[in-house]
């Protein structure tokens, strides 16, 4: 059965993230507030939609309440995070993955119940120097 993912703020990081879960089969609404972000993933997701996730009433209409999972990757607008991820959470989203800015964020998104918190440039640093240690080991 086919999944069901938002993807909101289509940056680097979220753009990257409904890419693959499109590749994947998966049905992706994609959504931003700038109309050339929209645009560029109208052929990719599912559905791509203009709009402001802060606005509880917006979030609503275009019905995040039937969406499985919901991965929040606005970038540098923390209160914007924040604020949509709260909202989500009332609606009662089952999944909420968030991306943090900086860990005072990942503290605020742990405290409102994010189900996952990311820190990408963080964790993919950790990811490669661990494998940088298992590669060097084989070397020697
Ligand atoms: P990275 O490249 O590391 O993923 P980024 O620089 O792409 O980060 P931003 O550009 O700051 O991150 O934000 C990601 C996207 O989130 C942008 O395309 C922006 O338009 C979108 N965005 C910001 N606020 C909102 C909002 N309230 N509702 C929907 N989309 C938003």
């Not at 909101?8 to 990257?16: A, E, H, K, N, V």
């Not at 931003?32 to 929209?38: A, C, I, L, N």
């Not at 645009?39 to 499985?68: M, P, T, Y």
């Not at 929040?72 to 993955?97: F, H, P, R, Y």
């Amino acid at each position: 059965m086919k999944r069901e993912f938002a993807v909101i703020g289509l940056g680097r990081f979220g753009g990257s993230i409904c890419r693959e879960l499109s590749e994947e089969g998966m049905e992706v609404l994609a959504i931003d507030t700038q109309e050339e972000k929209v645009n560029e993933f109208k052929e990719i997701a599912s559905h791509a939609v203009i709009a402001d996730a802060q606005d509880e009433k917006v979030l609503k209409e275009l019905g995040i309440r039937n969406i499985d999972h919901v991965i929040v990757a606005i970038g540098d607008n923390i209160q914007a995070s924040i604020l949509t991820t709260l909202m989500l959470k009332e609606l009662g989203i089952k999944k909420i993955t968030v991306k943090a800015q900086n860990d005072y964020h990942e503290k605020v998104l742990n405290k409102i119940g994010a189900d996952q918190v990311v820190h990408p440039e963080r964790d993919m640093g950790r990811r490669i120097a661990h494998s940088i240690i298992s590669n060097n080991i084989l070397d020697h």
